[in-house]
T-cell receptor, first 112, second 115 residues
Framework: DAKTTQPPSMDCAEGRAANLPCNHSTISGNEYVYWYRQIHSQGPQYIIHGLKNNETNEMASLIITEDRKSSTLILPHATLRDTAVYYCIVRVVSGGSYIPTFGRGTSLIVHP | DAMVIQNPRYQVTQFGKPVTLSCSQTLNHNVMYWYQQKSSQAPKLLFHYYDKDFNNEADTPDNFQSRRPNTSFCFLDIRSPGLGDAAMYLC??????????????FGPGTRLTVL
């Protein structure tokens, strides 16, 4: 079972910031939060990950609350090409390995 | 540069006719994964290999098998496809670093149609 909860859908105007929340209240102290996105009919694409500090890269920023029970992915200037399903992932142990388990994700629609 | 390659991108098979999907990687990663993704659903992990060690998810049907002959290649075999096996099949890789941080890289997927 996924250990994350996300809103099923969101929309955003082109050029505005898109803020995608994720709840991971059962996260353990050493687990990272990963974000991927999946554009229609393509494989998921890595966006960013973090442990407890806020992170930023060329694609997005990740804000993690101090208690680490939730996080927000920020696309600072959303474009039409950012329309996709966004997955927040916390890994679970399977076969001795930490395995990413996908929840339902958030379908983000960026409109003109 | 292609990193995780899946062939074919589209596969049509007949009900009950065995089919094999392939995945290759140029990243030299230790771990390879197979996911099944049905329409409007999240990817569901079927199994993964850590090097040659095979790990099957508990609810993966016996109809699904996998082979990893070397580091670069991994195959998904569906022995007797049913209509319910029509889906996108995603291959992914990761370094398999110790600890809890390990980024996955996904291929473009193979869309399987069962007639």
């Amino acid at each position: 079972d996924a250990k994350t909860t996300q809103p099923p859908s969101m929309d955003c105007a082109e050029g505005r910031a898109a803020n995608l929340p994720c709840n991971h209240s059962t996260i353990s102290g050493n687990e990272y939060v990963y974000w991927y996105r999946q554009i229609h009919s393509q494989g998921p694409q890595y966006i960013i990950h973090g442990l407890k500090n806020n992170e930023t890269n060329e694609m997005a920023s990740l804000i993690i609350t101090e208690d680490r029970k939730s996080s927000t992915l920020i696309l600072p200037h959303a474009t039409l090409r950012d329309t996709a399903v966004y997955y927040c992932i916390v890994r679970v142990v399977s076969g001795g390995s930490y395995i990413p388990t996908f929840g339902r994700g958030t379908s983000l629609i960026v409109h003109p | 540069d292609a990193m995780v390659i899946q062939n074919p991108r589209y596969q049509v098979t007949q009900f009950g006719k065995p089919v094999t999907l392939s995945c290759s990687q140029t990243l030299n990663h230790n771990v390879m994964y197979w996911y099944q993704q049905k329409s409007s659903q999240a990817p569901k992990l079927l199994f993964h290999y850590y090097d040659k060690d095979f790990n099957n998810e508990a609810d993966t049907p016996d109809n699904f098998q996998s082979r990893r002959p070397n580091t670069s290649f991994c195959f998904l075999d569906i022995r007797s496809p049913g209509l319910g096996d029509a889906a996108m099949y995603l291959c992914a890789t990761s370094r398999g670093t110790a600890g809890v941080t390990d980024t996955q890289y996904f291929g473009p997927g193979t869309r399987l149609t069962v007639l």
